[in-house]
Protein backbone atom coordinates (compact mmCIF):
# COMPACT_ATOMS: atom_id res chain seq x y z
CA UNK A 1 0.00 0.00 0.00
CA UNK A 2 1.27 3.68 -0.94
CA UNK A 3 2.29 4.99 2.56
CA UNK A 4 0.05 8.13 1.33
CA UNK A 5 -3.12 6.29 1.10
CA UNK A 6 -4.99 6.15 4.00
CA UNK A 7 -6.31 2.62 5.45
CA UNK A 8 -10.16 3.52 6.11
CA UNK A 9 -11.83 1.61 9.01
CA UNK A 10 -14.67 -0.29 8.13
CA UNK A 11 -17.47 -0.80 10.83
CA UNK A 12 -19.65 -4.00 11.32
CA UNK A 13 -22.58 -2.61 8.99
CA UNK A 14 -20.34 -2.26 6.23
CA UNK A 15 -18.66 -5.27 6.68
CA UNK A 16 -21.14 -7.43 6.43
CA UNK A 17 -22.26 -6.24 3.10
CA UNK A 18 -18.33 -6.57 2.09
CA UNK A 19 -18.19 -9.94 2.75
CA UNK A 20 -21.63 -11.11 3.07
CA UNK A 21 -21.51 -13.00 6.66
CA UNK A 22 -24.06 -12.06 9.34
CA UNK A 23 -22.76 -11.04 12.67
CA UNK A 24 -23.00 -14.34 14.51
CA UNK A 25 -20.93 -16.00 11.96
CA UNK A 26 -18.01 -12.97 11.75
CA UNK A 27 -17.63 -13.31 15.63
CA UNK A 28 -17.72 -16.94 15.75
CA UNK A 29 -15.08 -17.25 13.29
CA UNK A 30 -13.13 -14.53 15.35
CA UNK A 31 -13.56 -16.96 17.55
CA UNK A 32 -12.21 -19.75 16.07
CA UNK A 33 -8.95 -17.78 14.64
CA UNK A 34 -10.35 -17.63 11.23
CA UNK A 35 -11.20 -13.54 10.79
CA UNK A 36 -9.18 -10.48 11.78
CA UNK A 37 -9.81 -9.22 15.40
CA UNK A 38 -11.68 -5.84 15.45
CA UNK A 39 -9.43 -2.97 17.23
CA UNK A 40 -11.27 -0.31 19.72
CA UNK A 41 -11.87 3.13 17.73
CA UNK A 42 -13.17 4.12 21.10
CA UNK A 43 -15.16 2.84 24.05
CA UNK A 44 -17.74 1.54 22.09
CA UNK A 45 -16.97 1.04 19.06
CA UNK A 46 -14.86 -1.38 17.22
CA UNK A 47 -13.58 -1.70 13.27
CA UNK A 48 -11.52 -3.43 11.37
CA UNK A 49 -8.85 -1.81 8.36
CA UNK A 50 -9.86 -2.65 5.07
CA UNK A 51 -7.02 -3.98 4.31
CA UNK A 52 -6.84 -6.79 6.57
CA UNK A 53 -10.39 -7.53 5.62
CA UNK A 54 -9.15 -7.71 1.62
CA UNK A 55 -6.21 -9.72 2.58
CA UNK A 56 -8.84 -11.96 4.39
CA UNK A 57 -11.06 -12.20 1.33
CA UNK A 58 -8.00 -12.89 -0.83
CA UNK A 59 -6.64 -15.73 1.42
CA UNK A 60 -10.29 -17.45 1.42
CA UNK A 61 -10.25 -17.34 -2.74
CA UNK A 62 -6.96 -18.33 -2.52
CA UNK A 63 -8.33 -21.65 -0.67
CA UNK A 64 -11.20 -22.49 -2.87
CA UNK A 65 -10.38 -25.79 -4.62
CA UNK A 66 -9.85 -25.88 -8.18
Do not use: H
Not at 24 to 33: G, S, V
Not at 55 to 65: F, G, H
Amino acid sequence: MNPLQFDRIVRMRELKKLIGLSNATIYRYIKRNEFPRPFQISANCVGWRLSVVEDWIKARENQRPS
